[in-house]
């Protein structure tokens, strides 16, 4: 995640952080179904209004480093030096976010998603714009006008290869396996008499 460089941008990611972690607070202490809006707002001194301007919903507040989550999946496919592999550099940024899920401190609030019918459905939704953005960088990066159907399938591959790995019981073998599956597609695909 950037650091704001002025002192409004600072101030007003401040005010975001402060209503996310008074959010994740209150969701884990009383429940996420028990703690409304008005609760949020009203622990973390803001508005509702001023919350409404930086969570578009309820589920976004559990759900706060969405954007930077997909920005690191382009990224690892945009930013990656011109001889590395697309496969690996996923695998590597996939890793990275599985591990820090699986620890002993995100516990709790993937239960507390787990048991939310509100929150896996807006998790579900989530990984599908992110798999949409994943595909189109790749695309980028193959210089394709528009994500073909390989693209958008192994960009659904990774994207769910973290919740699978996240929900296993060694979630580094797990990533482990799911993206030689992933390499072995991707293999194939290349393969095809029009590059992906």
Same mark, same amino acid.
């Given at each position: 995640?950037?650091?704001?460089?002025?002192?409004?941008?600072?101030?007003?990611?401040?005010?975001? @952080? *402060?209503? =996310?972690?008074?959010?994740?607070?209150?969701?884990?202490?009383?429940?996420?179904?028990?703690?409304?809006?008005?609760?949020? =707002?009203?622990?973390?001194?803001?508005?509702?209004?001023?919350?409404?301007?930086?969570?578009?919903?309820?589920?976004?507040?559990?759900?706060?480093?969405?954007?930077?989550?997909?920005? $690191?999946?382009?990224?690892?496919?945009?930013?990656?030096?011109?001889?590395?592999?697309?496969?690996? %550099?996923?695998?590597?940024?996939?890793?990275?976010?599985?591990?820090?899920?699986?620890?002993?401190?995100?516990?709790? &609030?993937?239960?507390?998603?787990?048991?939310?019918?509100?929150?896996?459905?807006?998790? @579900?939704?989530?990984?599908? $714009?992110? %798999?949409?953005?994943?595909?189109?960088? &790749? +695309?980028?990066?193959? *210089?394709?006008?528009?994500?073909?159907?390989?693209?958008?399938? &192994?960009?659904?591959?990774?994207?769910?290869?973290?919740?699978?790995?996240?929900? +296993? =019981?060694?979630?580094?073998?797990?990533?482990?396996?799911?993206?030689?599956?992933?390499?072995?597609?991707?293999?194939?695909?290349?393969?095809?008499? @029009?590059? &992906?």
């Amino acid at each position: 995640m950037t650091v704001p460089s002025g002192r409004r941008e600072r101030k007003k990611a401040a005010t975001r @952080q *402060n209503i =996310a972690d008074t959010a994740l607070r209150l969701f884990l202490e009383r429940g996420y179904d028990a703690v409304g809006i008005r609760d949020v =707002a009203a622990e973390a001194d803001v508005a509702v209004t001023t919350l409404f301007s930086h969570f578009a919903s309820k589920e976004a507040l559990i759900f706060e480093r969405d954007e930077d989550f997909e920005h $690191r999946l382009a990224q690892a496919v945009t930013a990656r030096s011109p001889h590395e592999p697309l496969i690996p %550099a996923l695998r590597h940024e996939i890793q990275a976010m599985v591990r820090h899920c699986a620890s002993d401190t995100a516990a709790p &609030i993937w239960r507390m998603i787990d048991e939310s019918p509100a929150l896996r459905t807006y998790e @579900q939704s989530m990984r599908l $714009r992110h %798999a949409d953005s994943l595909a189109t960088a &790749i +695309a980028a990066d193959l *210089n394709l006008p528009e994500p073909t159907t390989a693209c958008r399938t &192994i960009a659904r591959f990774v994207v769910d290869s973290h919740s699978l790995a996240r929900e +296993a =019981a060694d979630p580094d073998a797990a990533v482990d396996e799911i993206f030689r599956m992933i390499e072995a597609a991707w293999d194939v695909a290349s393969l095809l008499p @029009q590059r &992906i």
